[in-house]
């Protein structure tokens, strides 16, 4: 696991006992006072628009690619689920699906566009981005259904977009964390090949009552209220919490799914439910590298500009891609 020797005092607006690394503090303290109105407190066109002016502000400078071309998926329902396609050649190469985070409510492939250049830069590999359909406007379980099907396209379709199927990843940060657990869980259940699962600091619990997630009410940047008000306009009903399509820690088995890479950030609400994701898949004899990035918040990899641990993270995210898709 990474861990950073020297932390910083607390930074302003973090709990008690939250120790970020100077750099992080210092990213934190920027945000307060540039003073935006948090996600929650703006509707949710508003918080859309908010998240994609904010998302590049701290990213690394957007690497070139031989190939980065928009395409559509065809979804069970007939609607066209818009992807991007990157590959640093034109060969036949291995292939990521990526799903972006956001709460199920925000972001979208552009959001997320210099992390999935990076990690096809640095793996070698290609990169499918999901610009699956977002709540409010589209209820569970829309999110994981639009995922599965673009997923099963990938797999039995993607000869032609020139890839090579056969070795095949599934990844996301947060909320896209949540479906690619999801789709490798419906992978195995179809018999469909998968390599890896990499799960970028993702949700899997039903309710948000881990200690991280009392001890981080008020974030940094992921608060409680956040959290709330993006999944008050993702379910229907209460009972969708109990679906394990929202909280892949309530599936019945993970026996078989693919191995994972999991990478979590220490300061975070979501923290303890990645370690009890990576612990269900572990007893269950699943391969796992567990990375617990020390001293950063939610959000950290998509900070490559400013936060060290983010390189670390996407380096370290690649490798996991490299060694499973491309290793003789």
Known sequence: MHTKETLAAVA????????????MASVVERMARAGHPPLDKQTPEEAKASY???AGVLEVPKPELARVEDFTITARDGYPIP???????????PVLIYFHGGGFTVGNIRTHDTLCRVLSAKSGCAVISVDYRLAPAHKFPTASNDAWDAFQFI???GTGLGLDPSRLAV?????GGTLAAVCAILARDAGLPLSLQMLIYPGTTAHQDTASHL???DGPLLTKAMIDFFF???VNTPADRDDWRFAPLLADDVDGVAPAWIGLAECDPVVDEGIAYADKLRAAGV?????IYRGVIHEFIKMGRAIPEALQAQDDAARAIKEALLAP
Request: no cysteine; glycine share 12%; aromatic share 4%.
């Open 171 to 175: 990844g996301g940060d947060s909320a």
């Open 287 to 291: 391969p796992v590298d567990l990375e």
């Open 83 to 93: 992807a991007r396609l990157y590959a640093p050649s034109s060969a036949v190469l």
């Open 215 to 217: 001890r981080h009410v």
């Open 12 to 23: 302003p607006g973090t709990p008690a006992g939250t120790r970020l690394t100077p750099k």
């Open 52 to 54: 994609e002016k904010g």
């Open 155 to 157: 797999a039995k379709e």
């Open 232 to 234: 008050a306009q993702y």
